[in-house]
Nanobody, 113 residues
């Protein structure tokens, strides 16, 4: 079955960086787009980025976040730079474009001084 396991979250100061990873299994990884979504406290799920033939970003993260993938490792990454307090959320990876039927448990990112 589809499994998506995120890692790399943590507490970081404003202006800092984190790199999230998502290990995928249970499907042919290279055949699918992959996405990152996030859920801030008290809010709904928000699409962040998708990698397919190209890369796509929400306006709120464009220029600060970079999505990439390693098909040999069945892993998708999200490099997050210039982090802001409003980036605080649980970050999930999802199979294919968003909305998706499959996403992982998530990793917490907290941006605070």
């Amino acid at each position: 079955q589809v499994q998506l396991v995120e890692s790399g979250g943590g507490l970081v100061q404003p202006g800092g960086s984190l790199r999230l990873s998502c290990a995928a299994s249970g499907f042919t990884f290279s055949s699918y787009a992959m996405s990152w979504i996030r859920q801030a406290p008290g809010k709904g799920l928000e699409w962040v980025s998708t990698i397919n033939n190209g890369t796509y970003y929400a306006d709120s993260v464009k220029g600060r976040f970079t999505i990439s993938r390693d098909n040999a490792k069945n892993t998708v990454y999200l490099q997050m730079n210039s982090l802001k307090p409003e980036d605080t959320a649980v970050y999930h990876c999802a199979k294919d474009t968003w909305p998706s039927d499959y996403w992982g448990q998530g990793t917490q990112v907290t941006v605070s001084s």
